[in-house]
């Protein structure tokens, strides 16, 4: 009887820590090249001439967005706001090239009280589906907390977890993974 009560508490013990902490980085995960996300280069004809200052940022037709919705957030020069953020390997952190896009989704929310966005979180498929869903968490939470920092309203936000459920690019290669691990912007009228 002892020795069930003990394997029972050994148990709950190692649920509670491996639930506690959250995501971590292992000495054991691979290290990940921080460059764009293949497909968001700017073509010639759009005035670019390659990736440099692109970040890590999607556009509105990598999201899937439909062109001229009313829903459509635009931003202050009229343009579509860029709908999706990709992160890294393993991190909820925003790209310091991405919380401009960030502030530009804030401004247009501030401006539009009558609009909600639904902030979709994603992760690729390594580690734990748990575990996922709580990188998916963590990663539509951080970009809440900085429109909220930016004066977007509560009750103008909602965060939800997708985890690794609904991937943007199927493949288990790194180019996949990269366009998986991302927040969108999932704009409502209220």
Known sequence: MQRGKAVLGAAALALMVGCTGGPQQTSSTPEVEDRPVPGTEPTEAAGGSGTEGMGTTGTLADAGGV???????????????????????????VHPDDRVVVEAHAQYLVRNAGVEVVLEGHADERGSREYNVALGEQRANGVRDMLRLLGVAD?????VSYGEELPAAIGHEEESWSRNRRVEFAYARR
């Open 67 to 93: 062109e001229g919705s009313p829903l459509a957030a635009i931003g202050a020069d009229g343009e579509e706001l860029t709908r999706v953020i990709y992160f890294d390997f393993d991190s909820s952190e």
């Open 155 to 159: 009750q103008q936000v909602r965060t």
